[in-house]
């Protein structure tokens, strides 16, 4: 079982999460009733809508782990899903999203922000993803 059907699986017996078909039509979601929370787009790599708020409030933290990627004006931070740590770190994210969502929740009229799945540019720690293997601390 990849790391990421490990993640889905832990995460969809959360009673704030409930499965949707992601609105970028890439992979399987779960949102909360408010917004999409996660995207699972592929067997490593999870979208989670973490608020523009949020990430800059956690912004110097995501950017020394290895395993976050972020998108220059995305609300949402990719996760690389490589070891059991990476799916702590994502259950930890996902919990400060809902809680995210819950404390401003968007406009219902209001377009949901485009994941990162399409997206170029990325910023990391070293300032550019080069895709190689991480070394996973277990």
Request: net charge positive; glycine share 6%; proline share 5%.
């Amino acid at each position: 079982m990849t790391a990421a059907l490990r993640a889905m699986a832990r995460l969809v017996n959360w009673r704030d999460l409930a499965e949707d078909r992601p609105s970028c039509g890439t992979g399987r979601a779960l949102r909360s009733a408010g917004a999409e929370i996660v995207h699972f787009h592929s067997a490593r790599s999870v979208d989670l809508h973490l608020t523009a708020r949020a990430i800059r409030r956690f912004e110097s933290d995501l950017r020394h782990s290895t395993a976050i990627r972020l998108q220059p004006g995305s609300h949402w931070v990719t996760v690389r899903l490589e070891c059991e740590t990476d799916i702590d770190l994502l259950m930890t994210l996902v919990s400060a999203a809902l809680q995210a969502h819950q404390r401003h929740p968007a406009a219902c009229d209001a377009p949901l922000p485009r994941c990162n799945d399409h997206r170029e540019a990325t910023l990391t720690r070293e300032g550019a993803d080069g895709g190689a293997p991480r070394p996973c601390v277990q």
